[in-house]
């Protein structure tokens, strides 16, 4: 099975801040990865498909790139609706699988 | 408005069975391939098994192979997850979702808890 690595784990930021999120995958999955944003208690988000491709919807502050085993999703002006888990999911392969998530919380 | 709604969760020791539902609403449920995914408590996403819009093609975890079975029944537009032989490992709440590949709508989720 592809593992999915996200890191980090946990980052802190402010209301403004650029903040990056990366995911690497132990083999090459071209572009097939998606991203996605939990709160506590709700249902995943889609955010980005194909690695780059913003969902219907999404505000245009996300953004998603990277192929092959490198991949990063950027929020370019944090807002406070922004405070949540994402996670990082390939689908390149028949058994997908997810990253163990990234909790952005408040600085 | 597209939405899926879960049901069939509960509390159940190990070893039994349950089968969770989830009735899709506003899309042709037809045409599209679905997926489960599960949620631990306090952990993070666990994609569980997927089929094929006909139904003729499933794929599963290894963790649940041989134990959970996903179908589909397109004229009630309803995906079904068999799940035989739980374990206190299979407590999670488990969502079902549009798609197999970018999971694009889901479900509130249904809650299965493993216990004696």
């Known amino acids: 099975d592809i593992q999915m690595t996200q890191s980090p784990s946990t980052l802190s930021a402010s209301v403004g801040d650029r903040v990056t999120i990366t995911c690497r995958a132990s083999q090459s999955i071209s572009n097939w990865l998606a991203w996605y944003q939990q709160k506590p208690g709700k249902a995943p988000k889609l955010l980005i498909y194909?690695?780059?491709s913003l969902e219907s919807g999404v505000p245009s502050r996300f953004s998603g790139s990277g192929s092959g085993t490198q991949f990063t999703l950027t929020i370019s002006s944090l807002q406070p609706d922004d405070f949540a888990t994402y996670y990082c999911?390939?689908?390149?392969?028949?058994?997908?699988?997810f990253g163990q998530g990234t909790e952005v919380e408040i600085k | 408005e597209v939405q899926l709604l879960e049901s069939g969760g509960g509390l159940v020791q190990p070893g039994g069975s349950l089968r969770l539902s989830c009735a899709a609403f506003g899309f042709a449920f037809r045409s599209n391939a679905m997926s489960w995914v599960r949620q631990a408590p306090g952990k993070g996403l666990e994609w569980v098994s997927g089929?094929?819009?006909?139904?003729?093609?499933?794929f599963y975890i290894d963790s649940v192979k041989g134990r959970f079975t996903i179908s589909r029944d397109n004229f009630k537009s309803t995906l079904y997850l068999q799940m035989d032989s739980l374990r206190a490992e299979d407590t999670a709440v488990y969502y079902c979702a549009r798609s197999w590949g970018a999971l694009d709508v889901w479900g509130q989720g249904t809650t299965v808890t493993v216990s004696s």
């Open positions: 194909k690695a780059s």
């Open positions: 089929i094929s819009d006909s139904g003729g093609s499933t």
């Open positions: 999911q390939q689908y390149n392969t028949y058994s997908r699988t």
